[in-house]
């Protein structure tokens, strides 16, 4: 496919002309429904009403008399295709360019409505009319609009080749020209029914799951199995969330039975997963073979025991053998999925002959034979057996030793429908293959990768029945798709794109494709009738289809509760017993949570009265006793009992109370039920307040409910105390403090209450909550930690219990404290020293937690850098629980100031690199830093002087002046390298330069050559008149290197990474005119030769930040 920009016409044609498509994505179209292709069709059409033809049609156009044309632009006649009218538009000697230039154009734009919008694949071709293979055809998609209403190519093919006769486009001045045009109706996204236009349905997306939805997919289209997984046993008192066999079967039913889109959550939690881990996109191979690997440890035992093997099981002999003795060693090995070469090979087939190809043991290589000693030997690979599903991971990435990193291999690579495996009489198979087996395969399954080495989207393409109609499952998107669409675009490699200033540049410049297979699933022709076998509901254990029934019943009926919620109001019923059972254990501020109280689910017609016996019922409590309060919530956001109901509003209907107390319209009434059993409710007047009551007991530090009472608001509370002694259970004359608990957000407001004052000079109200205690003896404050209740409030609002973490395992909890949000910086490292048993607490540093990668930030907190606890806990609006700690050599306020480097000290004398870390003042120069790291280092001799060097992949960038500050100095990502002074470079003459030398290797990738530096660079001097024969034996002195191995070097004069090869006779100086040395890393003196250095172990998923963990299953 190749992508193009809107044809850039001449402004004065006012109607034709476009605002150019600047900045197109890569992959522009959207996912469509496929077409079945119609035959050819070629009609000419005037205005006439359109008739609705094919949806696809080939057009021809004949243009005589070519090279006589006179004119900027020529328009086909019109055609019509998906009932859209569609002409071709060509440049004859280019739109600015000296290319053809065509485009496929919209030929009723102008009168079209507005708004209107139509959505094309199409061709273009210059027939080539002698030899037909060399017609030159380009294909694009667009969605076409009065904005853009051509599109297509302006540099299509040369002028120079177009009107070459020899070339046999032009034959006797005819051109021919065709268009294949292709309408798609465009998708709408929201109303999309993937069932109904496909017959399946997608997986919902947790996060970065999509890898995972394209794996199951395709495992969920092999029948076979899917039947295994049915059949492994499962009980009706297991957990989905708990057992891998039962979160599998019941995600598999509903793919086979559900209508819409199914939630993948159940599997992952019997993975072992938490949320995190679907918010990080894993190695999908990985995830196949863990997967695998589980069913098959789980299948053990079982009736379907050995069906992964049956299904995806292979095996390879590995062999070496002798070719001047009789000596043969071979080894059987089994294999789930092969793994083949993408870099370097055109298609399957290659990598397949990569796979089997012969390597020779000689020379150095020589193979050890048992009795025969060294000799020289062949080694390989050949096939035993293929399996029945052939499971080939296709290595797009790879581990680039060059660069240190993992990068994606975007090259073209082609795979066959029909794969051929014993093609060449059997070259891929081992002598004691069985030959009656016909190894040829159908392509089942092509998984994608869109995107980089650090993430990017998965998809999958399958025929579920190896029909010739494909399917792309999207996450919760199921489309039908043709051929084209789901093998050759899925190849990869490179697309040309326009050109945005034609009269510049005339080569088209090519971008590469991101999106490409990395992934085939291939089926045996001979088993395929086994494998795509039935699947049907005699396969589902009874108690799984029961379970599926009974969650489908709860979903259609919480589905028809919502369709009805305008029907009905939730009444929720707060009584004294749910205060009582929920304050001082669930809640400690205000009353009641009402989401833990019994809620009603009520026709809105329904009066209160006939409510009344329903809650009669459920409670027990005779109608004549229950009196209704509304709550209301008050300016400072608490929620109290506002006001009984009037009995003109107990004869509404609920649905019209709830309009009344709800300015929130949620659906829901609150009431709080007076239940004043056995007596009738006391008729209320404006005098009465009704107050509710806590009791704290500082001793126990333990907060209750005990009770309501009506008061009158000219009494005092003075002459409630012996009822409120009574209701606490004290003797009568206990001498008790009360407060109002007036507000808890943002802060705790709870003060005494004057006990000779009126209720109403006390501001008392219906509703309000007044706490008590006995009365804090004057003398005894400090016995208890919280002595009276606004202390003991301002405690349960702040504490907080933090999880600490070691920096060095920050997955695990190391141990919890409860504290104070409102403890100031000294208070917290103060616990956590006292915690870890040591005396300074200025040695604690602490680091917070970032919410959403579930990782401590970067940047420690710096030492009282935050005022209180609860400053360490927020992230963004978020509040976390866990802080990392780690415990320093030296207090903190001492270590932030000073300035820490790590340095790498290279020895003058013996082959050795030491890495020092260097704590100095930050007023300190890289001098000190030097004469610091003279009393930690042996150096050649006791005059040596050192310098500071910054190196960076390889290249010396910077030589420090002794005298720079270190405050701003960087070795986060640059090297901070010390060396001793050689003494040739002391004394440098006039004449002589001091040049940089670096190591490097040619990477030849992508067909553009790139210098890649590796190893230590160093500086060199040379002298006037040296000729590069000198050069070398210096060089080969100072590094040390064998004979044998530096007769293989090259040598190069390297400038702005073009290396100018030497010869032994080149005088080196007159390529270095440059004498300010320190900067000119632009030229260098190169030594090219193979890095023999050892690597240091890889693990795959190194430097990749979205694939961080492997893959694991824990359950």
């Known amino acids: 496919m190749t992508v193009m920009m809107s044809a850039p016409i001449d402004q004065q044609d006012d109607e034709e002309v476009l605002v150019p498509h600047a900045d197109l994505p890569e992959n522009n179209h959207q996912p469509m429904d496929g077409i079945v292709a119609q035959p050819e ?47 071709v538009l060509i440049f004859p ?133 899917r039947k295994a997984v049915y059949h492994m046993p499962t009980t009706e008192n297991d957990m989905p969330s708990g057992s891998i066999p039962l979160a599998l079967q019941s995600l598999f039913y509903k793919l086979q039975y559900s209508d819409t889109s199914v939630a993948t959550k159940e599997l992952t939690k019997s993975f072992g997963w938490d949320t995190y881990d679907s918010f990080m996109q894993h190695d999908v191979q990985e995830l196949n073979r863990v997967l695998c690997e589980k069913l098959e440890d789980k299948m053990k035992g079982t009736v379907v025991e050995g069906t992964i093997q049956k299904l995806f099981e292979g095996h390879h002999m590995n062999y070496i053998e002798c070719i001047n003795v009789d000596y043969k060693s071979t080894r059987k090995e089994s294999f789930y999925d092969l793994q083949l070469d993408v870099k370097g090979c055109r298609d399957v087939y290659a990598s397949f002959d990569k796979y089997v190809e012969v390597e020779r043991l000689e020379g150095d290589n020589k193979y050890h034979a048992e009795q025969y000693g060294l000799q020289d030997a062949k080694k390989g690979v050949l096939f035993i057996d293929f399996p029945p599903v052939l499971q080939l991971q296709l290595k797009r990435f790879e581990y680039d030793f060059m660069r240190d990193t993992m990068v994606k291999i975007n090259d073209r690579y082609e795979f066959p429908s029909e794969l051929d495996l014993d093609r060449e009489d059997g070259k891929y198979l081992s002598p004691d293959a069985d030959r009656s087996v016909r190894n040829l395969y159908t392509l089942h399954s092509v998984l994608v990768h869109s995107g980089g080495v650090h993430g990017g989207h998965y998809y999958a393409f399958i025929r579920p029945t190896l029909s010739e109609q494909w399917y792309k499952f999207d996450d919760e998107r199921v489309t039908k798709e043709d051929n084209k669409r789901a093998l050759e675009e899925q190849y990869g490699g490179e697309e040309e794109l326009p050109q945005t200033n034609p009269g510049f540049n005339n080569a088209p410049f090519k971008f590469t494709k991101y999106s490409n297979a990395y992934m085939l699933v291939y089926i045996r022709e001979s088993d395929k009738d086994k494998i795509i076998c039935n699947v049907d509901e005699k396969d589902i254990a009874e108690h799984l289809r029961e379970r599926l029934k009974k969650e489908q019943e709860e979903k259609e009926h919480k589905k028809k509760e919502k369709a009805e919620a305008h029907l009905y109001t939730i009444i929720k019923v707060a009584r004294n017993e749910d205060l009582g059972e929920q304050i001082g254990k669930d809640i400690y501020f205000d ?78 009434l609150k009431l709080f039920l007076e239940d004043s059993h056995p007596i009738a409710p006391p008729d209320k007047t404006k005098d009465d307040i009704l107050l509710f009551f806590k009791l704290y007991d500082p001793e126990k530090e333990e907060l209750r409910y005990v009770g309501r009472l009506f008061v009158k608001c000219t009494g005092k509370p003075s002459e409630i105390l012996t009822k409120l002694n009574e209701m606490a259970g004290y003797d009568p004359e206990e001498d008790i403090a009360l407060y109002e608990e007036i507000k808890f957000e943002p802060n705790v407001m709870c003060e005494p209450i004057d006990k000779k004052a009126t209720f109403r000079a006390s501001q008392l109200e219906d509703g309000d909550i007044v706490c008590f205690q006995k009365a804090p003896p004057v003398d005894g404050e400090e016995h208890f930690r919280y002595p009276d209740v606004p202390s003991y409030l301002e405690y349960v609002h702040n504490r907080q219990v933090v999880h600490f973490r070691s920096l060095d395992r920050p997955k695990e909890d190391d141990f919890f404290l409860e504290m104070s949000r409102l403890y100031t910086y000294d208070d917290v490292v103060e616990k956590v020293a006292q915690q870890l048993g040591l005396d300074d607490p200025s040695k604690i540093r602490l680091t917070p937690h970032n919410c959403y990668s579930q990782q401590p930030k970067p940047q420690p907190i710096k030492y009282r850098g935050v005022e209180h606890l609860s400053d360490m806990l927020v992230h963004y609006n978020q509040t976390s629980d866990i802080l990392y700690y780690e415990v320093l050599d030296i207090p903190l306020p001492e270590l932030q100031g000073l300035k820490t480097l790590k340095v790498a000290f290279h020895y003058a004398t013996k082959d050795e690199v030491v890495s020092h870390t260097i704590r100095l003042p930050k007023q ?59 003494e040739e470079e002391k004394n440098v003459g006039p004449h002589d330069r001091l040049i940089h030398v670096y190591h490097f290797t040619k990477d030849t990738a992508q067909n553009q050559m790139q210098i890649q530096n590796f190893g230590e ?12 024969s000198e050069i070398k034996e210096r060089i080969q002195k100072k590094l040390q290197v064998p004979e044998e191995e530096f007769g293989k ?67």
Request: with cysteine.
């Open 1049 to 1115: 070097w090259k040598f190069a004069f390297v400038s702005l990474g073009r290396p100018e090869y030497l010869s032994d006779s080149d005088i080196v100086s007159s390529r270095f005119q440059r004498r300010d040395v320190y900067g000119a890393w632009e030229q260098y003196f190169g030594l090219e030769h193979t890095d023999n250095a050892p690597k240091r172990s890889y693990a795959v998923n190194q430097n990749r930040h979205t694939f961080e963990k492997p893959v694991k299953i824990y359950n």
């Open 591 to 668: 009353l009641v949570d009402h989401d833990k109280v019994r809620s009603f689910r009520v026709q809105k017609q329904m009066s209160l009265n006939v409510f009344k016996e329903e809650v009669a019922k459920e409670f027990g409590v005779p109608v004549q006793f229950q009196r209704y309060w509304l709550w209301a919530k008050r300016q400072n956001h608490t929620y109290r009992p506002n006001r009984p109901l009037t009995p003109a509003e107990e004869a509404q209907s609920v649905g019209q109370l709830r309009e009344v107390s709800n300015k929130v319209h949620n659906g829901e």
């Open 93 to 225: 000697k280019g739109n600015n360019v000296d290319y053809l230039s065509m485009y496929l154009d919209v030929a009723d734009s102008a009168s079209l409505p507005y708004g209107w919008s139509r959505y094309a694949q199409f061709s273009l071709a210059v027939v080539n009319q002698i030899q037909n293979k060399y017609t030159v055809r380009k294909d694009t998609q667009h969605q076409f609009n009065a904005r853009e209403s051509d599109w297509g190519f302006t540099s299509f093919m040369p002028l120079g080749e177009l009107y070459d006769p020899s070339r046999g486009y032009l034959v006797n001045d005819t051109l021919l020209i065709e268009a294949e045009v292709l309408v798609r109706r465009i998708v709408d996204y929201w109303n999309y029914d993937s069932k109904k236009e496909t017959g399946y349905v997608g997986l919902k997306n947790q996060g970065a799951t999509c890898y995972m939805n394209s794996l199951l997919q395709t495992l969920y289209h092999i029948p076979y199995f």
């Open 924 to 982: 300190s120069t890289v001098g000190d830093v030097l004469d610091d790291l003279k009393t930690k280092v042996e150096l050649s001799h006791p005059n040596a002087e050192l310098r500071l060097l910054e190196v960076f992949y390889h290249k010396i960038y910077k030589v420090f002046p002794p005298n720079e500050k270190i405050e701003n100095i960087n070795d986060q990502y640059w090297t901070l390298r010390a060396e001793e002074i050689p």
């Open 41 to 87: 069709t070629a009609n000419a059409v005037e205005s006439q009403p359109v008739a609705e033809p094919p949806p696809t049609s080939r057009f021809t156009w004949r243009i005589d008399n070519f090279t006589r044309l006179n004119t900027k632009k020529l328009y086909s006649e019109i055609f019509v295709v998906g009932g859209y009218k569609w002409r």
């Open 1017 to 1028: 660079p160093f500086f060199l001097v040379i002298h006037e008149g040296e000729t590069l």
